[in-house]
């Protein structure tokens, strides 16, 4: 049993930390945020002369070879800084689908692009009425002389407003909800009948809803085998769920030891606020859901990383425990923070607005205890 | 013991309801005259514009069953906006200690909602711990006026206010909650400085509002010098009743299920969903609750007097449900909920869902902390005497 990091794994997150506490502090990413796109150009470009957009591909494919436990160690970090970059959406949704399902021409094609930074990837498989099933797909794919035609919409797309391709889900067999049936496709930003609006989320985040008016996927777009799609694309949205999972990790530890500083500097009555017991309670609480969230990210990781049997019941309750402990973490850093919790000022609000995005990404909180328990 | 309502009470509940109606804003009006019209033509009922004041000053003289009719109609109904700073907050306090004179000058102004009311009290380094107040009023050499100097936070319409009633320092000598003056006095003045401080769900309601060598008349203090906190106190009871919100979480947790009911789940929608449905479910047994304990501190409080201690459980229990219909609104928006502006995805309620429930954290935070409840609680209802810290 070894839960240490490999030393090449720990440089990289020490590197990442850094970076992090270099360019992260909250005035520099509210300013990121308060400008077109969203995130900035200059640190993603850096992201990709330190290889981090290339750790979770495989060595042929131009990536380092590394695993889930590789994203887990940088997305621990980011979430330390709420970054704002479209790692998530293009390495690890967008890129895990095509390194997974994409013949060697598409792979050629786009993955370069993406481990340079040059490409952005998109996943677009949520829908107006999907609700928290990846297998819900209404969007049709109508047969065509050379593939198909779709018509309707994706939504919640990850930073699709700067993406310059989408990997899109859509049915091509079977009834709504059914796993088979279900075909993946690489579709460019500027394919005709095609349009993308992008909007901010409540955590300075980007995303954006896709408007399908007869777009024609043709053969060459298709990723994998028509109507079998879904192993693919459930095993990106596995790997989003672990790296939103580390994430969220960061975000609580950054929570639970602002929270600790806290009151300790605060006076009321008299006292630090630190001195009373029902605050000190609340906080070895705050403390002990995020070790347990860390814990089962760890073992969740380690056992997709493994391809285990067991790989995604883990998932459904890492993100079951990630959502419960987020919540409980995130509410009462704003509590114990009073007045100043709820303002812009402080940067535990934009924290737990962070988890609260994560939390309805990906599936529920009690969308994943049912899962878990089926 | 009995609930049920008298025939008296029925025939009052349709008057009410009728009124309600006839009253309802209509499109095209001007919503100012409307909301103006509508307290005039509640006065002329008999005092509905001021259901709380006593009979003495205007107020209606209700029974207990009849407040609970009222607040249950007009939860739902269209009503116009009110802020209960100067109705429910000061007018208690100058009914019970202001001068004849007081009472004649701000008292049919804050009736007539023609004058807006906010609250000076908590301070940076004074929340919770309120009585450590530090803004200073110096009375002058010719005791003709107060000094007002230091700063003030958390202070809600503070940029659209007329007018502040404000606790103050006239002295450090004695225990801290000795030598506090309450006196009111104009915002629009010299000396004062409104900064908005912009919350969690991106809104703007509260403000840091500074004062620099404000001058207030001393005929402008409530009742004695350095008495500030008694009349304070009560004040903060008010306060405490009215954010529990229960009658709007009435009528809210009704939005909530039919909000439920238009998101599709399978074959039936997110109400089938038994997780969603049992949090539901589970809510409203607690507002059930709650309702009745509202009613019982209802029953036992007479009119014009401060509600007590119980107002803390009802701050309590009444912010925490707000805080879970709120929670529940936005799971129920699911993904959509976290749009910031700049899409029609989704249901249309969704949208701006997450930033309803960030809103909804100060809750339990404004009016006094749950933490600062539950002391009250402590001391005031259990009769614990905490030892020495």
Same mark, same amino acid.
């Given at each position: 049993m070894n839960f240490d990091l490999s030393e090449e794994q720990q440089l990289v997150a020490d590197s990442i930390e850094r970076f992090v506490q270099d360019n992260y502090d909250l005035e520099s990413r509210q300013a990121i945020v308060a400008q077109a796109p969203g995130f900035s150009e200059t640190y993603w470009k850096t992201m990709s002369e330190l290889g981090w957009l290339g750790l979770p591909f495989a060595e042929e494919d131009g990536g380092f070879g590394g695993n889930q436990i590789d994203t887990m160690v940088l997305m621990e970090q980011f979430g330390k800084g709420l970054v704002l970059e479209p790692f998530l959406a293009s390495v690890v949704l967008g890129g895990g689908v095509l390194k997974r399902a994409g013949n060697e021409a598409q792979k050629k094609a786009w993955l370069e692009g993406v481990i340079d930074g040059s490409k952005q990837l998109a996943l677009a498989y949520v829908e107006p009425e999907s609700g928290d099933e990846p297998h819900n797909v209404a969007l049709a794919g109508a047969s065509a002389a050379d593939g198909y035609t779709l018509t309707g919409t994706k939504c919640m797309v990850l930073h699709g407003g700067t993406a310059d391709a989408f990997v899109v889900s859509f049915r091509?067999?079977?009834?709504?909800?059914?796993?088979?049936?279900i075909t993946l496709a690489l579709i460019p930003a500027d394919r005709e009948g095609l349009s993308v609006q992008g909007f901010p989320t409540v955590d300075g985040l980007q995303s954006s809803e896709l408007t399908f008016d007869k777009v024609a996927v043709t053969a060459d777009d298709i990723l994998g085998e028509v109507d079998h799609g879904f192993g693919a694309l459930n095993a990106a949205i596995n790997d989003g769920i672990l790296a939103v999972a580390a994430e969220a990790v960061g975000a609580m530890e950054v929570l639970y030891k602002d929270t600790v500083a806290y009151t300790q500097e605060r006076e009321q009555f008299g006292h630090p606020l630190s001195d009373f017991q029902v605050l000190q309670h609340r906080m070895v609480e705050m403390f002990m859901e995020y070790e347990q969230s860390k814990s089962l990210l760890y073992r969740a990781t380690m056992e997709v990383a493994a391809g285990g049997e067991d790989a995604q019941r883990n998932v459904h309750a890492l993100k079951h425990l990630i959502g419960k402990a987020s919540s409980f973490v995130g509410e009462n850093a704003v509590q114990t923070h009073g007045?100043?919790?709820?303002?812009?000022?402080?940067r535990v609000g934009h924290y737990f607005k962070r988890l609260l995005v994560i939390e309805a990404q990906f599936g529920n909180t009690d969308y994943h205890l049912e899962r878990f328990a089926a | 013991m009995d609930i049920e309502l008298s025939s008296e009470d029925l025939e009052f509940e349709k008057e009410v309801r009728a009124f309600l109606t006839e009253n309802a804003y209509k499109l095209g009006e001007d919503p100012n005259e409307w909301r103006m019209g509508w307290f005039e033509k509640a006065r002329e009922k008999g005092g509905w514009d001021v259901p709380k004041w006593p009979e003495k000053f205007g107020g209606p003289g209700w029974t207990p069953n009849q407040h609970y009719i009222w607040q249950k109609e007009t939860a739902a109904a269209s009503k116009p906006w009110d802020l209960p700073f100067g109705l429910s907050m000061l007018a208690p306090v100058l009914m019970a200690y202001g001068t004849e004179e007081q009472q004649q000058r701000f008292l049919p102004d804050i009736r007539a909602r023609k004058v807006n009311w906010c609250q000076g009290y908590s301070e940076p380094g004074a929340g919770?711990?309120?009585?450590?107040?530090?803004t200073k009023a110096e009375l002058s050499e010719d005791g003709t006026h107060y000094v007002v100097n230091g700063t003030k936070i958390w202070t809600t319409m503070a940029h659209i206010a007329d007018w502040i009633f404000c606790l103050t320092r006239t002295s450090d000598d004695g225990i801290k909650q000795e030598g506090i003056t309450f006196l009111l006095f104009p915002m629009k003045q010299e000396g004062i400085e409104v900064k908005p401080i912009i919350t969690l769900g991106g809104s703007h309601t509260v403000n840091t509002v500074f004062f620099q060598d404000v001058k207030v008349p001393v005929?402008?203090?409530? =009742?004695?010098?350095?008495?500030?906190w008694t009349y304070a106190k009560g004040l903060l009871e008010h306060e405490r009743t009215g954010i529990a919100g229960i009658s709007n979480s009435i009528v809210a947790l009704e939005e909530l299920k039919a909000k439920a009911r238009s998101v599709k789940r399978g074959n039936g929608s997110l109400m089938d969903v038994p997780s969603f449905k049992a949090k539901v479910a589970a809510l409203e047994i607690d507002l059930m609750a709650v309702e009745y304990t509202e009613l019982r501190s209802l029953a036992t409080a007479s009119a014009g007097t401060a509600p007590g201690p119980e107002s803390s459980i009802l701050k309590l229990k009444g912010t925490e449900i707000q805080q879970r219909i709120q929670k529940l609104t936005m799971e129920a928006g699911g993904q959509f909920s976290a749009a910031w502006g700049g899409t029609n995805a989704?249901?249309?309620?969704?949208? =701006?869902g997450m930033a309803g429930y960030m809103s909804s954290r100060v809750y339990t935070i404004y009016g006094g902390a749950s933490e600062v409840q539950k002391d009250i609680v402590t001391k005031k209802v259990l009769g614990i005497k905490p030892g020495k810290k």
């Open positions: 091509t067999s079977g009834g709504t909800v059914d796993e088979s049936g007045g100043m919790g709820v303002t812009e000022e402080l | 919770s711990d309120l009585a450590s107040l530090k005929e402008n203090r409530i =009742g004695e010098e350095g008495k500030g989704g249901p249309d309620f969704a949208r =701006g």
